[in-house]
């Protein structure tokens, strides 16, 4: 129902005080920081505010350097480094097999050969795991992107449970068309408009089986020609 005529004063009446002190304050310290990011500055120049203008109440700290951690060959990262992979005319990210990406990580990471990706994952979803799928050509060999979408719909589609039957006609079953749902096919299509997607990696060493954490692999993916977007418009 529509507000009376003092409803919208006493709304205003608290947000306009709000927003020219505490709002204004937070807004100019930000960007402070901001062009203190766009300089370069050591991170010894920059400050936390804990601010509270009901008492007053001023503080500054100097923030605390993000945690490292050890990953191979004794090598460091912190939450803020990514491996970027991104496609080529001869392998773009559309058409990248899941083998391709494995590779690309390992040599992007600077691993050796006595390492291996012990799992890949997509947010909850499990894209890779070597004991599982180590000896999976017909995986390995799957455009990646295709692997991530079936792994987001296969989640969704319930709590069946994987079985290992090889009856053909269960095979041919499973292949059989499936009909989306409107929660399934909206996780789709925010898939299919993101510009990038991260992974989280695990690598193993396979002479002391001891396990490492990478840093966020980030695939780029290839931006379509507005010509062919245009096109298939058109069609």
């Known amino acids: 129902p529509p507000a009376d005529a003092m409803e919208p004063r006493r709304v205003a009446g608290r947000i306009v ?8 304050l937070v807004s100019a310290l930000s960007c402070l ?3 203190k990011l766009l300089k370069g500055l050591p991170l010894e120049m920059h ?13 500054f ?29 001869k392998s773009p990210t559309q058409s990248m097999t899941l083998s391709k990406f494995l590779k690309n990580i390992l040599k992007k ?10 799992s890949l994952s997509y947010g909850p979803y499990m894209i890779y ?47 059989a068309p499936v009909d989306y749902t409107a929660e399934q096919k909206a996780m789709l299509s925010k898939l ?17 089986g001891e396990e490492f954490e990478l840093p966020p692999v980030r695939l780029i993916k290839d931006k379509i020609p507005k010509h062919e977007t245009d096109e298939g418009k058109a069609h």
């Open 192 to 208: 299919e408009q993101k510009q990038f997607i991260d992974f989280s990696v695990l690598v193993e060493d396979g002479e002391t």
């Open 47 to 59: 400050r936390n505010a804990f601010v509270n203008l009901a008492l007053p109440f001023f503080a």
């Open 17 to 24: 005080p709000a927003m020219i002190t505490t709002t204004g």
């Open 129 to 175: 795991a070597n004991f599982l799928h180590s000896h999976d050509e017909e995986l390995l060999e799957t455009p990646l992107l295709d692997s991530v979408r079936d792994a987001v719909i296969s989640e969704e589609e319930g709590d069946e449970i994987a079985t290992f039957d090889e009856d053909p006609a269960a095979e041919e079953k499973q292949k």
């Open 61 to 89: 700290t100097s923030p605390v350097p993000a945690e490292e951690v050890v990953g191979v060959n004794g090598k460091t990262h912190t939450i803020w480094d990514r491996i970027t992979v991104k496609g080529s005319a």
């Open 33 to 35: 920081e901001l062009v």
């Open 109 to 118: 990471a600077g691993c050796g050969e006595e390492i291996e990706i012990s």
